[in-house]
């Protein structure tokens, strides 16, 4: 009996090690502009500046719940920049083993017009480069509170929700 109290406590123990062990590369969110304004008008800095946020925010959060350890991007971020992570085949899975990640957590942000806009972020395992998970939300209104609260719903909702939350890397 003692024994298998004893194996089913280091067995919780080395869950929640685990978990809090998986590291995790996120990359700042990339746009997707297919509305007419863009087309128009080209790239806004509001709209660049918001990206590097919710990004920013991301981070935040997920290094707030302790589930997961957030790798510094500095050594991969410019590299990083100058690619499209949705279509470079790969590219986020290989940066993210430089840094020593387990997962690699890309983002975008489609803007269809300035009313209507999807969030969707995607988790990759950065040892087999497979697609882990994706969540996404549609939000109305360009504005720095609308795409804040978004992420904060992806978050909150998807990634660290009991029931869907991120499996772990394979």
């Known amino acids: 009996m003692r024994a298998l109290m004893i194996a089913g406590l280091l067995f919780l123990t080395a869950t929640a090690a685990q978990c809090a062990e998986t590291k995790m590369a996120v990359f700042d969110f990339e746009l997707i502009d297919t509305s007419l304004d863009g087309e128009m008008k080209g790239p806004r800095d509001d709209e660049h500046e918001r990206l590097l946020r919710i990004s920013t925010q991301l981070r935040d959060e997920v290094r707030k719940s302790g589930?997961?350890?957030?790798?510094?991007?500095?050594?991969?971020?410019?590299?990083?920049?100058?690619?499209?992570?949705?279509?470079?085949?790969?590219?986020d899975v290989q940066m993210a083993q430089q840094i020593g990640a387990d997962l690699a957590v890309t983002g975008t942000v489609q803007k269809?017009?300035?009313?209507?806009?999807?969030?969707?972020?995607?988790?990759?395992?950065?040892?087999?480069?497979?697609?882990?998970t994706t969540m996404n939300a549609d939000f109305r209104g360009n504005t720095d509170e609308?795409?804040?609260?978004?992420?904060?719903?992806?978050?909150?909702?998807?990634?660290?929700?009991?029931?869907?939350?991120?499996?772990?890397?394979?």
């Not at 269809?112 to 882990?132: D, F, H, Q």
């Not at 609308?146 to 394979?170: E, F």
């Open 146 to 170: 609308s795409w804040s609260r978004t992420v904060s719903y992806l978050v909150r909702n998807r990634l660290l929700a009991p029931n869907y939350g991120a499996p772990q890397a394979q």
């Open 112 to 132: 269809i017009s300035n009313l209507i806009l999807n969030m969707t972020i995607y988790l990759r395992s950065a040892r087999t480069g497979r697609l882990v």
């Open 67 to 91: 589930r997961f350890d957030v790798l510094d991007m500095t050594s991969v971020n410019a590299a990083a920049h100058e690619k499209n992570l949705q279509a470079c085949g790969g590219c």
